[in-house]
């Protein structure tokens, strides 16, 4: 499970259709995840290697819970 697991889909999107904002919303949110130092990391419950891995994703990966309903 990554981080952006546990951010929600708003409920007036369909499935499979996320606005540009929240994708933007999702880009910040991985660029401050890849800002954090070991301690942080901690303090949320995230690996270094995961936070690496979800920073690397494109605003076009979005977690599996925006593509279904």
């Known amino acids: ?3 952006t697991d546990t951010i929600t889909r708003p409920a007036s999107h369909g499935p ?3 606005s540009l904002k929240s994708r933007l919303s999702l880009w910040r949110t991985r660029r401050a ?4 130092d070991a ?4 303090d ?9 891995h979800e920073a690397s994703l494109t ?3 979005v977690p ?3 593509k279904t309903r």
């Open 44 to 52: 949320v419950g995230i690996s270094p290697d995961d936070a690496r």
């Open 1 to 3: 499970m990554f981080f």
């Open 59 to 61: 605003i076009w990966d």
């Open 64 to 66: 599996d819970s925006w």
């Open 16 to 18: 499979r259709r996320t």
């Open 33 to 36: 995840l890849a800002k954090l």
């Open 39 to 42: 301690a942080g990391l901690a």
